[in-house]
């Protein structure tokens, strides 16, 4: 059997075989299940099949005729052997065939047969043998001649040196490089070949390692300035004590690397500044780059936020919610999501975020890219706002309500003391019956009809107890003039709070202003505080004097009311001190006591409306927020520093310029 | 028989206010009118002689001011004082031109109003008699 693919043979022979001659076919069939025969009759068939596959064998018949030998020469060196069977009895025709470049005849008589089989086998074994030389032989030609090709054709610049650092040879491209043929570099010394930049200290240290058979690191060369050139310089060892320069040119590379690294640095530069915190998170959220400002915003230090989960910065129950677990688990868009997240030191920060998922080429989520900024300024000024608006609604409440009230007490006012006035008169004429009852009572001979009329006025006046009447009816009516009056003051606080100034401002001595209403309120003082007055000189301010008289009576009374308190618990002397001096463009004015102090709870609600730390029917609560609005109207600030049992000193800031109206303190 | 006194006409859409006030200046040398409308005044001062009107600022229908330039028009010798309960909202400026020589707040204080109107009668010279 032949080993190897399946065995080809083909075999040319006439159509109608001869009866003496048994057929080649059948012979071949002892070549065993892996020989394929095809029979073919003539030149042209035959020329046919062999273009169509590779054959190992042909076997050409005599009984073809005078085609036969000339088959055989046609098939003379160009492939597969060719067996002849004769079919005379004279080797004639065999000496021919042979001639012709057959390579084995046999007679094709019965008992051949077997000889047939035998040859065959021979032949296809031989020609098997000779082609895989051939490949074998192909094959390593290409291979010597592969190297060559690619050192001629490669962009790289080799050279040989020698132990001298003579080139030996060099290619296309090293030639290129040095500006000469490869003829002219063989035999030059590299120094001279190549600019002097390849004579550097760097190239020497590669090629000596790679004599001492050691992997050197390449080493990078430049040459000239604008462009530079940049070249990357390896050596290795080629045996023989020769070395193979490799010299690659990296420019390019080197750009491109620079740019590179140029836009990354730029880009680090954008993000590291810009306003807005930026967040990288990996898919389960935790941190993958922090931008300086997310540092800031969530008071991490420098570069600590690495690794850490972003829902450390949120209180547990609001870690469900937060729209970041949304992108991070749907891959879903925010703008203008608000969320309010605690930094380490307690505080608590008001958000606005805006976050995507951050997806690779493929689509894939690496995660979420968050945006956020810290609100707390914008959510102060919205906090102002609606103050304001509050207070504004509030004044225009106000203002319905004194206008109502104003005109029933008047002459609910009036009215009383008018009835006063008249109870005095009558308080004469009760003099005079009282004159008259006592005339009566001593003048033993008045007449009969006059005394009784006496007794009988006398038992009128203890009835009714006329003279507690009278009496009484003059305090009701003082005691309710006083009420009154209260009603006026609170009337004019709602006036003075809703007020829509329509005059306009003068020129005014605050000194004076707050000096005289310090005076007015020194007489309900003077048994229990002690006044100290710090006036510095002041420039005149142009304001409403009124407005400003009702703020300093309202900050000194509160002052007195809070001396109250403590005294009456701590007892000690109360003292209370103004002092006026010029900052920062304008005039402070300080009311400073030394009473029961504004707990830090409640400071920042004391100018808040209607709130009064005050007892019922002491305070109406509307003393501080109206001051604060009046000074506000004037441009300027007012402002409390307190403790509880500590005292508390307020000041009010007057700008001097009214177009500033911002304290920069 | 036409009286030889003064005559202070007070104008206030409230009655209460003009009983209140008739009440208060009971004793003082003048006669006291009332009317309780711009309208009314007006037509009273067609009527008769009046030294001082006395009006409020905020009434039904017209305001004391506009009231008060009607005054200046048509009887310019009659004095001028506006009662308030908002002196502030009126500009200086409107007072000076209408001639409104003092400004009253409302509530009043009774003695200061008597004063006030003592102070006018006695410096204006009394109106011309008619009618």
């Known amino acids: 059997m032949v080993s190897g693919p399946a065995v080809r043979v083909l075999v040319v022979e006439p159509r109608e075989s001869d009866p003496r001659h048994p057929g080649t076919a059948a012979a071949l069939a002892r070549l065993g299940p892996e020989a394929r025969s095809e029979t073919v009759h003539d030149a042209a068939a035959l020329r046919a099949s062999l273009s169509r596959q590779p054959h190992d064998l042909v076997v050409v018949d005599q009984a073809l005729g005078e085609d036969a030998l000339r088959i055989v020469e046609a098939l003379r060196d160009t492939g597969p052997p060719v067996v002849f069977v004769c079919r005379e009895s004279d080797d004639t025709a065999a000496l021919e065939a042979f001639r012709r470049g057959a ?22 074994q031989r020609w098997r043998a000779a082609r895989e030389r051939g490949e074998t ?67 020497e240290r590669a090629l000596r390692a790679a004599e001492r058979g050691e992997r050197g690191r390449p080493c990078l060369v430049r040459v000239g300035d604008v462009p530079a050139c940049a070249y990357d310089v390896r050596a290795a060892p080629i045996g023989e004590g020769r070395l193979l320069l490799l010299v690659s040119e990296v420019t390019e590379i080197e750009d491109l690397l620079q740019q590179f690294g140029a836009l990354r640095r730029y880009h680090e530069h954008v993000i590291q500044n810009m306003n807005s915190a930026l967040l990288a998170l990996d898919p389960e959220g935790r941190v993958t780059y922090a931008n300086p400002t997310a540092e800031a ?7 600590s936020m ?60 690496l995660g979420a890219v968050v945006i956020f900024q810290d609100l707390s300024e914008i959510k102060q000024l919205q906090r102002q706002v609606l103050q304001t608006e509050k207070l504004a609604s509030i004044g225009q409440l106000a203002a319905g309500v004194a206008h109502e009230i104003n005109n029933p007490m008047g002459f609910i006012h009036a009215n009383l003391y008018q009835v006063c006035e008249y109870l005095g008169d009558l308080g004469r004429v009760w003099e005079r019956i009282e004159a008259l009852r006592k005339a009566v009572a ?94 510095e000189e002041l420039p005149p301010v142009r304001c409403y004097p009124m407005q400003l008289k009702q ?18 618990s701590d007892g000690g002397r109360g003292e209370i001190r103004l002092r006026t001096h010029c900052r920062d463009g304008g005039v402070a004015i300080e009311v400073s006591d030394n009473g029961s102090g504004i707990d830090p709870s409640v400071q920042d609600r004391i100018f808040d409306p209607f709130f009064t730390t005050k007892e019922v029917g002491v305070g109406t609560g509307l003393g501080l927020s109206t001051s604060y609005q009046l000074v506000k109207r004037h441009g300027g600030s007012l402002r409390v520093r307190s403790g509880r049992n500590r005292g508390a000193t307020f000041e009010v800031w007057l700008p001097l310029d009214e177009t500033k109206s911002e304290d920069p303190a | 028989m036409s009286d030889a006194r003064a ?20 004793r003082e040398h003048y ?85 006030v109107i003592r102070a006018h009668l006695s410096a204006v010279p009394p109106a011309p008699r008619h009618g």
């Open chain 2, 31 to 115: 006669e006291v009118l009332t009317a309780e409308s711009p309208a009314r005044a007006l037509a009273l001062l067609a009527q008769r002689r009046v030294d001082l009107i006395v009006s409020d600022q905020k009434m039904r229908g017209a305001s004391g001011l506009d009231l008060l330039q009607e005054v200046v028009r048509r009887h310019p010798s009659v004095g001028r004082i506006l009662l308030t309960g908002w002196p502030e909202e009126i500009p200086a400026e409107q007072l000076r031109k209408l001639g409104v020589r003092v400004l009253v707040p409302k509530p009043w204080d009774d003695a200061a109003l008597k004063e």
């Open chain 1, 551 to 568: 703020v300093f009576m309202n900050l000194l009374v509160n002052a007195y009311q809070a001396i109250e308190e403590r005294v009456a």
């Open chain 1, 297 to 303: 915003v969530l008071g991490a230090e420098a570069g």
């Open chain 2, 7 to 26: 005559a202070v006409l007070f104008v206030d859409d409230e009655p209460r206010i003009l009983s209140a006030l008739r009440r208060s200046l009971r």
């Open chain 1, 137 to 203: 032989q192909r094959r390593l030609r290409w291979l010597e001649q592969l190297p060559e090709a690619v050192v001629e054709a490669i962009p790289t610049a080799l050279a040989v040196l020698d132990a001298q650092r003579t080139i030996v040879t060099a290619n296309p491209a090293f030639a290129r490089l040095a500006g000469a043929s490869q003829q002219e570099l063989r035999g030059k010394p590299l120094a001279t070949a190549l600019p002097a930049p390849f004579a550097g200290a760097g190239v």
């Open chain 1, 442 to 535: 001593v003048s033993p001979r008045a007449p009969s009809r006059l005394r009784a009329a006496a007794a009988e006025l006398d038992v009128m006046i203890e009835e009714v107890d006329a003279s507690y009447l009278l009496d009484d009816m003059g305090k009701a009516l003082r005691e309710s003039l006083e009420g009154s009056e209260r009603i006026r003051h609170i009337v004019q606080d709602l006036r003075a709070f809703s007020h829509q100034d329509t005059a306009e401002r003068t020129l005014s001595d605050v000194n004076k202003a707050l000096d005289s209403t310090a005076n007015i309120v020194w007489t309900m003082m003077k048994h229990s505080v002690v006044l100290t007055k710090q006036y």
């Open chain 1, 306 to 365: 690495e690794g850490q989960s972003i829902f450390s910065w949120f209180p547990e129950r609001e870690r469900q919610d937060l729209v970041v677990r949304r992108t991070l688990d749907a891959g879903a868009r925010f703008r203008g999501a608000e969320a309010v997240a605690v930094r380490p030191d307690g505080r608590r920060v008001p958000i606005g975020i805006s976050c995507a998922p951050l997806v690779d080429e493929r689509g894939e989520r």
């Open chain 1, 103 to 124: 390579a084995d005849c046999i007679t094709g008589s019965a008992h051949d047969g077997q000889v047939l089989a035998v040859v065959a086998l021979e032949q296809i």
